[in-house]
Nanobody
């Protein structure tokens, strides 16, 4: 499975961005997916995760109420809608897919097998 993240950019505080993660390859299996972010000198942390059909989602406390994860399985794409962006949201954002049971979502980076290249998000104050 290959993952391609896109949609990052420079935005002012309070603005919005929508990240996309397009999957290709063995997409017949619907994988649980996650969005992670990593700022310079920091760990890569999960900000949102979603199970295979979108029925279960997870958000880190820092983004709850501002970010929304969703998926379109017909398009093999997972989205991260980011609203009310803050400077502390600035990071490289990565999407990932897991081979674990697709009924659940997963929050730990060690649980993910496939990773896309990061897309940079910069929020100016």
């Amino acid at each position: 499975v290959q993952l391609q993240a896109s949609g990052g950019g420079l935005v002012q505080a309070g603005g919005s961005l929508r990240l996309s993660c397009a999957a290709s390859g063995r997409t017949g299996n619907r994988y649980s997916m996650g969005w992670f972010r990593q700022a310079p000198g920091k760990e890569r942390d999960c900000v949102a995760a979603i199970n295979w059909n979108g029925g279960s989602t997870y958000y880190a406390d820092s983004v709850k109420g501002r970010f929304t994860i969703s998926r379109d399985n017909a398009e093999n794409t997972v989205y991260l809608q980011m609203n009310s962006l803050k400077p502390e949201d600035s990071a490289d954002y990565y999407c990932a897919a897991t081979l674990r049971a697709k009924t659940y979502y997963y929050r730990r980076k060690e649980e993910y097998t496939y990773w896309g290249r990061g897309t940079q998000v910069t929020v100016s104050s």
